[in-house]
């Protein structure tokens, strides 16, 4: 199917609020983690959420060229050639971009986007998360008011942040103060501002306590209990309609438990990043050991050809990616569940 529009794109968010289900939003910087993430949400008969980071997509584009916005490009290009090829709705994202990077990453995407409009194409991306979690909750929603405005002109869901994820993403890291647990009357601040913009779409990432990256069990202290307050407040407040759609970011190591919570409270979009990266590198690292005096010239020899072609382990990385997309769609009770009708 082509890449889920804004229409399919609204009603697979609606129907995981309702159904107290969440899509896998994966990070892919390549082909192959594209091509891992469209076969795994395929063969478990899930929609998801293909997205890209800045520095994943700066990467994307080559170590010479380093343009996180042509790297985007040339990775969402590719997926949307290759969803059609696929009976599931993926929708494409992309990850955290602090205010300073607005103008070199999700700006120059939506105006790709505004381009392709005008020509009568459809969306290069579906939605794009501006992370303005390290400003004041004011600066924040200021900016995030502008941009959603904007977002709606141009059938774009947008995701903010509020409150700040542990540890560390593409090299950025969380302050030792920072708030890691957000509170109703901060996200009944974001309902009040953000919900005047009639019809606008937009998702949350409402923090509980959760990291980026990966940490021994015990380690991280989850209160999904707190998006539930956060949910009781601006239901209170402002009625069914306003319930947010929640974002579970650094979810990895969380418990099942944990993560059926969160999903129970309105969680829509678990990001996984962490787990599918461990996956694709365990598979070479096995391919690596198991073929050591192949994919080495060992004391003048010759190799093997076949093993260190990088498509061999490419192949099993793939795979095992794609295992690790299966089981994410389990947990998150996105499997099965596609809107796609063969
Ligand atoms: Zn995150």
């Not at 082909?31 to 990467?59: H, M, P, W, Y």
């Amino acid at each position: 199917m082509p890449v889920a529009d804004y229409r399919i794109y609204c009603e697979m968010l609606d129907r995981a609020r309702d159904g107290r289900f969440a899509y896998p939003g994966i990070n892919v910087t390549s082909l192959t983690t594209a091509n891992a993430v469209l076969k795994g949400l395929a063969e478990s008969r899930s929609d998801g959420i293909i997205q890209i980071s800045t520095g994943g997509a700066a990467f994307a584009s080559g170590s010479s060229v380093k343009d996180m916005v042509l790297g985007a490009i040339s990775i969402a290009e590719h997926v949307h050639r290759l969803a059609e090829r696929y009976p599931i709705y993926v929708a494409l994202h992309t990850d955290h971009c602090q205010a300073d990077k607005l103008d070199k990453y999700v700006i120059p995407l939506v105006e790709e986007t505004e381009r392709r409009r005008a020509s009568g194409l459809p969306n290069l991306f579906s939605s794009h998360m501006f992370d303005g979690s390290a400003l004041p909750l004011h600066a924040n929603l200021d900016l995030a008011e502008k941009l959603l405005k904007r977002f709606h002109l141009n059938d774009l869901i947008l995701e903010i942040e509020c409150g700040v994820v542990g540890g560390e993403e593409d090299g950025v890291k969380a302050s030792g103060a920072a708030k890691l647990y957000t509170t109703p009357e901060d996200t009944l601040e974001v309902a009040r501002r953000l919900n005047e913009i009639e019809g606008a779409r937009y998702l949350l990432a409402a923090t509980f306590g959760n990291v980026h990256g990966v940490y021994k069990p015990g380690h991280v202290k989850l209160k999904p209990s707190i998006l539930r307050d956060c949910q009781e407040a601006v239901e209170k407040k402002y009625g069914k309609d306003a319930l947010f759609y929640l974002v579970f970011h650094g979810g990895s190591g969380s418990s099942l438990d944990e993560i059926h919570a969160a999903l129970d409270y309105g969680v829509v979009k678990m990001n996984i990043d962490t787990d599918t990266q461990y996956a694709f590198t365990r598979a070479i690292a096995d391919h690596m050991f198991k073929n050591y005096d192949g994919v080495l010239k060992v004391d003048a020899e010759v190799g093997n050809k076949k093993t260190y072609d990088p498509r061999s382990y490419l192949t099993s990385a793939e795979a095992s990616m794609c295992d690790r997309v299966k089981q994410a769609t389990v947990n998150l009770r996105s499997a099965a569940k596609t809107l796609f009708k063969t």
